[in-house]
Structures are given as C-alpha cells and as structure tokens.
C-alpha cells in the first residue's frame, strides 16, 4: 500500500510541472489562452513553431517516464522479460503514470489547468512496456512519413500501443493501458464540451 501511495504522490507533483505554461510565458504568452487553449505540444509549436517548442514535447513525455521510474523504483523494481513491470511493481507503475496523467490534466502548480496528457502517457508507456513503445517509435517515423503528417503518425503509434503490447505483456497489464488511454479521452471530452460552452 505504500509504494502505491508514494508513486502516486510523486507521478501527481511530477505531471503537474506545467512545462507548456513555462515555455509559453517565457515566450510572452500563456498557452492555455490562446489557440486551443490546451498548454501542450502542439499548441505551443503552433505558436512558436517546432524549434522553440521542443522543451514542452520532451518535458511532458519526461513527467511520465520519471512517474513510471519512481513507481518501479519504490516497489522494488520488479521486472520480467525485456524490462517490462512484473509481481510487486505492476500496480505502482501503473499508478504512478496516471497520476502523472492527472498532474498533467489538472495541475497543483498551474491552477489546475492543464493538457490532455498524451506525451504523459506515451513516456510513462516507456517504463510500462518498453519493447511496445519502441515499435510504436517506430510506427511514428514509418506512419509520419508515410502520411507525411507528423500528427498522423503519432495517432497511429498512440492507438497501436495496446496492441503491440499484447506480444509482451499479460492482458491484465493491457486493460490497464486501456484505461489510462480513456483518461486521454476524458480530456478530449471535457475539451469539446468546454469549447461548445465559449
């Protein structure tokens, strides 16, 4: 019970760094008032262009995967093959990547104002499958150069996760990346009703 609570306390504190609102505000402008109002990536780069907001693509994926390292780290770091979370480790990583979800979404240090958690969940997918999201790399360069839409090919990599996680993974760990993606559709949910509101 403790390691599920540290994790989780250390992934929320970490997924609430509002790395986006940063960049932005050192630019001049907060993300979260203008364009789509979400203080992530694309947003940003969208602003600024893809140079200036490198910082905020590898800052978001970093809260997840340091949230999934601090999971595995406290449960004893119990792995099995490929370095993917096995016994006493499933339930802390598992945990501590959404709660890096939920620091993203409605940050402590951001008003509670946050993203949708995308590169949240691609880097804590990192530790929670590594082979998987190596493939799903992979399926990001093919699929972005085959559609020639950087966008496109990471939606393909994103849905494709659970997918290529079932060659190394239990199902039980699979359903478990199910939810953390309806997380993600939360968001894009509450993001839809809140744009219908203005």
């Known amino acids: ?26 630019h001049g402008f907060d993300p979260r008032d203008v364009g789509d109002r979400n203080p992530g990536f694309w947003n940003v780069m969208e602003r600024l262009g893809w140079k200036a907001a490198v910082p905020v693509f590898a800052g978001d994926m970093l809260k997840g995967t ?29 945990a501590a990547v959404a709660a890096a979800m939920a620091g993203h979404a409605w940050p402590v240090f951001a008003g509670w104002r946050g993203g949708r958690s995308i590169l949240a969940f691609a880097g804590g997918f990192a530790v929670i499958c590594p082979p998987a999201f190596a493939l799903g790399v992979a399926l990001l360069v093919v699929g972005g150069l085959a559609f020639r839409s950087f966008a496109w090919g990471t939606r393909l990599a994103v849905f494709s996760l659970p997918v290529l996680q079932l060659f190394f993974a239990p199902a039980e760990q699979v359903a478990g990346t199910g939810a953390l993606m309806c997380l993600i559709g939360l968001r894009f949910g509450q993001a839809a009703l809140a744009g219908r509101r203005t």
Do not use: C, K, N, Q
């Not at 599920?4 to 970490?14: C, R, W």
């Open 66 to 94: 340091a949230a999934g390292l601090a999971g595995l780290l406290v449960s004893g770091t119990e792995t099995g093959a490929l370095g993917v979370p096995d016994g006493a480790s499933v339930v802390p990583v598992f």
């Open 1 to 26: 019970m403790i390691p599920v609570l540290v994790a989780v306390i250390s992934g929320y504190l970490l997924g609430s760094v509002p790395v986006g609102v940063f960049v932005g505000r050192a």
